[in-house]
């Protein structure tokens, strides 16, 4: 196996059209499937040294542009001015434990779609998105249409993660990200991301391929309930050894609930 790390996209374009090349990012997903023979790719192509996938920037209209190769404790660290990015810090808080923090990025957990994972609920709940970059150039694809199936997403073969951006959304919106897991530090059981203003945006991960969203849910406590009931009803958990899939759809009415309360507080 052929190991390269570019210092440029350009490069990085180039060594990545190859048969069987991948992105290596935080190595925090890759390597472990490595280990487990599940992938085996003939070139790995760092994205450590490249300076265009990194900062998190404000752009104009108040949206917020984040580098594919932000680590989980930075993000964890930010002091998010907009709700969207706010859950987002609040999700990096909950991945994992510290070391995984220090090393994993964002771009490499969205390039994953792990449908455990705590972004991509995140994601779809705060409407970002993603920016994607290839020799052919670049192109920007909604959160809400990216993460397509278990671990499958809209990226094409040598394209790269460039960044997530994080739209403004209405000064007044809140925003709080749920997680249940079996111990902390675990991947979730459960999840859910919601964010608040005059209605709920709620997306809710581990019940299917890919977050489910809802959105304009009423705030009062009747049609709340009424809406994660629904939602529950829609979904279509798995079964493994975290928890059967009837406990999940059992459970997310009330998690539901639980995060749009606290975005409200
Ligand atoms: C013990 C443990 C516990 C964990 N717990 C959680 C958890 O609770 N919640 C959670 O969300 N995650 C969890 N994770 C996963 C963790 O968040 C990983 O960091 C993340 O899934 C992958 O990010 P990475 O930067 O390490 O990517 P890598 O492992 O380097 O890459 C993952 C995949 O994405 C591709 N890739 C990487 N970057 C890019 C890019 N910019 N563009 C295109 N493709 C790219 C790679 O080619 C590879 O296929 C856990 C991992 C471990 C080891």
Redesign the pocket.
Known sequence: MEYVAPSTLEEAYRALDADDA???????????MMNLGIVSPSRLVS?RRISALRGITAERDGSLRIG?MTS?AELAALDAPVAGAALLAQAARV??YPA?RA???L???V??A?PA???PVALVAADAVIEVGSAAGNRRIPATDFFRALFETA?GRSE??TAIIVPAGPAASRAAYEKLSLVAG??AILSVAAIVERTARVAVGCCGPRPILATGLALNDTALREAARKIADASDPPSDHRASAAYRRKILPELVCRAVRAAQQ
Do not use: M
Request: glycine residues 14%; aromatic residues 8%; negative net charge.
């Open positions: 991948r992105c290596l990012a935080g190595g925090q997903s890759l390597v472990a994205l594919a989980h991945v994992a995984v090393f994993g990025t771009g490499g957990s390039a994953h792990d994972a705590d972004y990226l790269i993660v675990d991947f």
